[in-house]
């Protein structure tokens, strides 16, 4: 079993930025893909970004553009997404997922079918 754990989040105003962090125990390292998906209130859970755990192959949703980068450090196990220039849409519950990486993950990789799934953590924008 994977367990992963979510901090970083908080209250910004509009324009600033975080950093959120992903810590992954248990048995990783077997080829996993890691991803960041939200949910804000009222709205169906989204992807917003993916990174396989071996070779650091990086995926985006399109509404990103640009502002959210997504990392991994192998010596921690764990995974980040700055996020920048934010705005009060970006405004949500940002959950960190894990899986299985498989020969169909560069195609599936932003579907919410992930297997393990961490609390999450609130990204509050104010203006």
């Known amino acids: 079993q994977v367990q992963l754990v979510e901090s970083g989040g908080g209250l910004v105003q509009a324009g600033g930025s975080l950093r959120l962090t992903c810590a992954a125990s248990?048995?990783?390292?077997?080829?996993?893909?890691m991803g960041w998906f939200r949910q804000a209130p009222g709205k169906e859970r989204e992807f917003v970004a993916a990174?396989?755990?071996?070779?650091?192959?990086?995926y985006y949703a399109d509404f990103v553009k640009g502002r959210f980068t997504i990392s991994r450090d192998l010596a921690k196990n764990t995974v980040n997404l700055q996020v920048n220039s934010l705005k009060p849409e970006d405004a949500a519950i940002y959950y960190c997922?894990?899986?299985?990486?498989?020969?169909?993950?560069?195609?599936?990789?932003?579907?919410?079918?992930?297997?393990?799934w961490g609390q999450g953590t609130q990204v509050t924008v104010s203006s």
């Open positions: 997922a894990a899986r299985l990486w498989d020969l169909d993950y560069s195609i599936n990789y932003n579907s919410p079918h992930y297997r393990y």
């Open positions: 990174i396989t755990w071996n070779g650091g192959r990086t």
């Open positions: 248990g048995h990783t390292g077997s080829n996993y893909a």
